[in-house]
């Protein structure tokens, strides 16, 4: 099993930006997919952008056009830079790794927009 380590979150007022880091602990053959998902208090988690192994992006709606999700060269770290974030953006954010082999997700890290 490998536990993906999460960084970047905080406190961030409205409007504010903030970028998000995933990182393995070691480079992981076959993965297809990095991606992120959320859970904002009291809702199930849900997704919020992803990259395939190709380079492909995917985003839910919400986020489209001020979120971008990115990777490092030996696709052993994901980012998610997050602008024009919002109070209703308050949740923990996961990073998940997705191959053949299943799912790695990261132990989640909080984002607090407020002022």
């Known amino acids: 099993q490998v536990q993906l380590v999460e960084s970047g979150g905080g406190l961030v007022q409205p409007g504010g930006s903030l970028r998000l880091s995933c990182a393995a602990p070691?480079?992981?053959?076959?993965?297809?997919?990095m991606a992120w998902h959320r859970q904002l208090p009291g809702k199930e988690r849900e997704f919020v952008a992803a990259?395939?192994?190709?380079?492909?992006?995917r985003y839910a709606d919400s986020v489209r056009g001020r979120f971008t999700i990115s990777r490092d060269k030996a696709i052993k770290t994901a980012f998610l830079q997050m602008n024009s974030l919002s109070t209703a953006e308050t949740a923990v954010y996961y990073c998940r790794f997705g191959g053949a082999w299943g799912d790695y997700w990261g132990q989640g890290t909080q984002v607090t927009v407020s002022s």
């Open positions: 070691r480079t992981i053959p076959g993965i297809k997919v």
């Open positions: 990259m395939a192994g190709g380079g492909d992006t």
